[in-house]
């Protein structure tokens, strides 16, 4: 059996920190060749490339995203050994980083990651982003998943899978009205207000579509690329406001917001996008793996 080589695997841990060789050999006070040496010897040891090497600039490869991990728990759990017996105990965890785009709904999000929440061996780190910026993040293993309302699709070289996790009614709410009046959709849009997504939103482009068949021009309140905004502004405003639901829930269940009507032809759609690893993250495999056919549906098309 091979014995891993402590040392190599620290000078990689600081490597990784610091992001270069630079700052790594200043901190550990050893020459950047001598560092050098001792990472590859620890690539040799380990059998995969940690880094990607473009010039001076190195980068975790997901081998690398892995080793850190690894490397993370080694030396914290030198520092709980030492706070131990200092009388401060500390809890070993499992990372998972979840990037969600901003339009998704919170308590969607809150939903979805619900079973990790609170748990003490667990740390969390959710991260907001455009779908390009998190798309980034997952391909560079900075992020193990990325939450979205929409699909991914990306080319031959990097292979992405797409969890279908819900699909969701989208409805048109706003403050109670009078018992006696009742929405009329498609017609009462000629007058009501509406506030809606971004014309990024998958959404609002569906919704689009129905009025244009029914020959309708509404008048447009606002348009909102942040979920957490549009449902802020529905407390506010008037007049209608076109969201799944989920986004306004707790204004539903109170009373704040009532469900005028669902729009037909039109959902939202909820997707997990993990990349094609060899090394997958264990905790977000356990994750997507304990949600139940019944509420959680896949659809394990690889993107190429």
């Not at 490597?15 to 040799?44: C, F, P, W, Y």
């Not at 990097?158 to 709410?173: E, G, I």
Request: charge should be neutral.
């Amino acid at each position: 059996m091979t014995t891993l080589n402590y040392r190599h695997l620290r000078y990689f841990w600081a490597i990784a920190h610091e992001g270069g060789l630079t700052r790594a050999a200043e901190r550990l006070n050893l020459s950047q060749s001598a560092l050098s040496v001792q990472l590859q010897k620890l690539e040799e040891q380990l059998g995969h490339q940690l880094f990607d090497r473009a010039g001076n600039r190195l980068t975790l490869t997901e081998a690398g995203r892995i080793a850190l991990d690894y490397a993370d728990t080694v030396f914290e759990a030198g520092q709980e050994l030492v706070s131990t017996l200092q009388g401060r105990p500390q809890t070993n965890r499992q990372i998972l980083r979840v990037g969600a785009i901003t339009t998704l709904s919170r308590n969607f999000q809150l939903a979805f990651l619900s079973s990790l929440i609170g748990r003490k061996d667990v740390e969390l780190v959710v991260r907001s982003g455009t779908m390009r910026d998190l798309l980034g993040q997952l391909e560079a293993h900075e992020i193990d998943v990325v939450l979205a309302n929409s699909a991914a699709h990306r080319d031959a070289g990097t292979p992405l899978r797409n969890h279908l996790l819900n699909q969701q009614p989208v409805s048109l709410v706003g403050r109670p009205w009078s018992k006696e009046r009742r929405f009329r959709f498609p017609d009462d849009l000629s007058s009501v207000p509406i506030l809606l997504p971004s014309l990024e939103s998958e959404i609002r482009v569906a919704f689009d579509r129905v009025l244009e068949r029914a020959g309708i021009h509404p008048v447009i309140l606002a348009e909102v690329d942040d979920m957490a905004m549009l449902r802020l502004l529905a407390r506010e405003s008037d007049g209608v406001t076109l969201v799944p639901p989920i986004v306004v829930r707790d204004e539903l269940e109170s009373g704040v917001l009532v469900e005028h009507c669902q729009i037909p032809e039109v959902t939202e759609s909820f997707y997990a996008i993990v990349p094609k690893r060899r090394f997958p993250n264990a905790l977000l495999a356990q994750l997507l793996a304990s949600k139940a056919p019944d509420t959680l549906q896949h659809r394990d098309s690889v993107l190429r």
